[in-house]
């Protein structure tokens, strides 16, 4: 099984500023990495698939990078709406599919 | 309107069971394979299970495999997770999620999800 890593757990920033999120995988999962962001009381939404492709109605403040083992989610300008807790997913090996243990956004 | 809209969750004693129902709407359902995918009180999430597109093929995280069932009715466009004997450890909000497409893994409609506690 894959373990995927985020890091930080909590993440404080001011609104206007830029938001670096990381995560890491035990192994390499190429590029099938996915981020999602999820407000309390909310379903996930997909933000990024292919480690850097916007999903459908995605703001391009939002971006990912990275392949292999490491990925960064950024968020540039942060706006009031993005304080949300994200996490990362790996299809690259499955059965299971793994999700990241998330990090919190908070407002500065 | 595409949605996913789940059903079912509730309170159920440990070794009962209960099942779980997602209906889709407007989109095709028979092109999309389909997961539940589960998050416990206060947790990250944790992928359940996947059902293929005919229902001929499905997958399981290991900690629900040969406990929990996944199912569709294509004629109902509906999906199901049959939980059996399920335990504490099993209390979630469930969420059935609409693969992206292609079978690509990765999940990109999510119902409002349906809280299922195990509790004696």
């Known amino acids: 099984e894959i373990v995927m890593t985020q890091s930080p757990a909590t993440l404080s920033v001011s609104p206007g500023e830029r938001a670096t999120l990381s995560c890491r995988a035990s192994?390499?999962?190429?590029?099938?990495l996915a981020w999602y962001q999820q407000k309390p009381g909310q379903a996930p939404r997909l933000l990024i698939y292919g480690a850097s492709t916007r999903a459908t109605g995605i703001p391009a403040r939002f971006s990912g990078s990275g392949s292999g083992t490491e990925f960064t989610l950024t968020i540039s300008s942060l706006q009031s709406e993005d304080f949300a807790v994200y996490y990362c997913?790996?299809?690259?090996?499955?059965?299971?599919?793994?999700f990241g243990g998330g990090t919190k956004l908070e407002i500065k | 309107q595409v949605q996913l809209v789940e059903s079912g969750g509730g309170v159920v004693q440990p070794g009962r069971s209960l099942r779980l129902s997602c209906a889709a709407s407007g989109f095709t359902f028979t092109s999309f394979l389909m997961h539940w995918v589960r998050q416990a009180p206060g947790k990250g999430l944790e992928w359940v299970a996947v059902i293929w597109y005919d229902g001929n093929n499905e997958y399981y995280a290991d900690s629900v495999k040969g406990r929990f069932t996944i199912s569709r009715d294509n004629s109902r466009n509906t999906v199901y997770l049959q939980m059996s004997s399920p335990r504490a450890e099993d209390t979630a909000v469930y969420y059935c999620?609409?693969?992206?497409?292609?079978?690509?893994?990765?999940?990109?409609?999510w119902g409002q999800g349906a809280l299922v506690t195990v509790s004696s």
């Open positions: 997913q790996q299809y690259n090996d499955w059965p299971p599919l793994t």
């Open positions: 192994q390499s999962v190429s590029s099938n």
């Open positions: 999620a609409r693969d992206h497409f292609g079978g690509s893994f990765r999940f990109d409609l």
